[in-house]
């Protein structure tokens, strides 16, 4: 069963648009891990099960604002709030759920703030972006307690266009902030015993784009 609800309002400087939904799932899929042989890192597998039931709820939230010919904000905001059932695993007989589903962070958005110059210097047309993102925690699986931390990230795009081509320099994580996106509990063989391994988003990337429009 499913209900979505969306509503849609602009005017001349102001779009916005607000969606809201709510999602009954029964046997949803849960992706689960399982290693066979503890002290055997290549016996670490995945497997996928079905939980009894899950509920998902939430809204997604955008608006721009032209605050003139020049310059714009934007906001898109994620609520999400999602819950799996009680259930057990036939593979290893652990009960997992009663709680939110992996990599389902209650909120997450983006704030853009763009300029655009139509005041061309040379035939130059000038134009940047200033861009926020950030994610709230979440569990990294369906069966460990682990949980992410919440993040926020900073991007940053500027160029210029000349006749029908454009160049942009951009840079991805300005200030090279370091967060986990995934991670799985094991044991590597080491005689450590089971332990927390992460795996990290992408660094600081600093790049340039050229394109042309035909």
Same mark, same amino acid.
């Given at each position: 069963?499913?209900?979505?609800? =969306? ?29 066979? @042989? ?13 939980? @009894? ?16 010919k ?14 799996? *059932? ?15 589903? !992996?990599?389902s962070?209650?909120? *997450? ?7 655009n ?14 861009i =926020? ?7 990294? @699986? ?20 000349? *006749? ?5 320099l ?9 967060? !986990? ?28 784009t ?5």
């Amino acid at each position: 069963m499913s209900f979505e609800y =969306i509503i849609n309002y602009n005017q001349d400087r102001l779009s916005s648009k607000i969606n809201l939904f709510y999602v009954q799932r029964n046997n949803p899929q849960v992706r689960l891990y399982y290693q066979f @042989d503890p002290n055997i890192p290549t016996t670490f597998d995945f497997y996928t099960a079905n939980a @009894d039931k899950g509920d998902v709820m939430g809204a997604e939230i955008s608006f721009k604002v032209f605050l003139n010919k020049h310059l714009s904000i934007s906001q898109d905001l994620g609520l999400l709030k999602n819950r799996l *059932n009680q259930y057990v695993s036939q593979l290893d007989g652990r009960t997992y759920g009663n709680r939110e589903s !992996a990599h389902s962070p209650m909120y *997450n958005y983006k704030t853009e703030v763009s300029f655009n110059s139509d005041i061309e210097i040379f035939d130059l047309g000038f134009f940047g972006d200033l861009i =926020i993102t950030g994610v709230d925690k979440y569990y990294y @699986d369906d069966q460990e307690n682990y949980q992410s931390s919440p993040y926020q990230l900073i991007h940053i795009n500027s160029g210029f266009n000349y *006749n029908n081509f454009k160049i942009s320099l951009w840079a991805k994580n300005v200030f090279d902030k370091k967060y !986990a996106t995934r991670a799985y509990f094991f044991d590597l063989g080491m005689g450590n015993g089971q332990k927390l391994y992460t795996a990290y988003g992408a660094p600081r990337t600093i790049g340039a784009t050229l394109s042309y429009q035909f």
